[in-house]
């Protein structure tokens, strides 16, 4: 079993005090992560849990997070988001930002959700990375979040910021091995 533990890092430095932390574990073609967000949560805009989560796209629009997992030595990767709400998406690309489409062979992510007055976990149990590739292959994995304050200032999160700008999408910040 490959278990590994993270920091992210702000791509600009928050007015809020944040702490961001993930876990990721692989055991063969099994996968589970979470993101845990410490803060004042009261300051940070949360969409509310959904009665009917379901698949949506551009979650990224507020607090999102996200986890994005490549096959070693291939351009092909794909971005899950997972919202506080329990919404959810995942993409598939063919390579940096291009061919990106809807992963028509993950139907449903089982996510759970903790809220409290200073932090907030969201997490993925028990995915099934078959469901992306028939290949047994090694991944390269980032995480990644997107926090919206309700003063309306984003920040945006990474194990490693590699460009000019903030992109989760460079490879180069896809630094955990699975």
């Not at 979650?59 to 986890?67: D, I, M, P």
């Not at 997972?82 to 028509?104: A, H, K, L």
């Amino acid at each position: 079993m490959n278990n590994q533990k993270f920091t992210l890092q702000p791509f600009i430095p928050t007015e809020i005090e944040t702490k961001i932390t993930t876990e990721i574990t692989r055991d063969n073609h099994i996968i589970n992560f979470r993101h845990e967000l410490k803060s004042d949560i009261k300051k940070i805009n949360i969409p509310e849990i959904a009665d009917n989560k379901a698949r949506k796209d551009e979650l990224w629009q507020t607090t999102c997070f996200e986890v994005f997992i490549g096959i070693e030595n291939s351009p092909r990767y794909w971005e899950f988001n997972i919202s506080p709400s329990g919404d959810w998406n995942v993409y598939r690309f063919d390579d940096y930002r291009q061919g990106m489409q809807e992963e028509s062979k993950v139907e449903s992510l089982n996510i759970y959700i903790y809220r409290g007055f200073y932090d907030l976990l969201v997490g993925v149990d028990k995915f099934d990375l078959r469901n992306l590739t028939s290949e047994n292959c090694n991944f390269n994995v980032s995480m990644a979040a997107v926090v919206k304050e309700k003063t309306g200032n984003i920040s945006y999160w990474s194990l490693e910021h590699c460009g000019e700008e903030a992109d989760f999408h460079l490879r180069n910040s896809f630094i955990c091995n699975m």
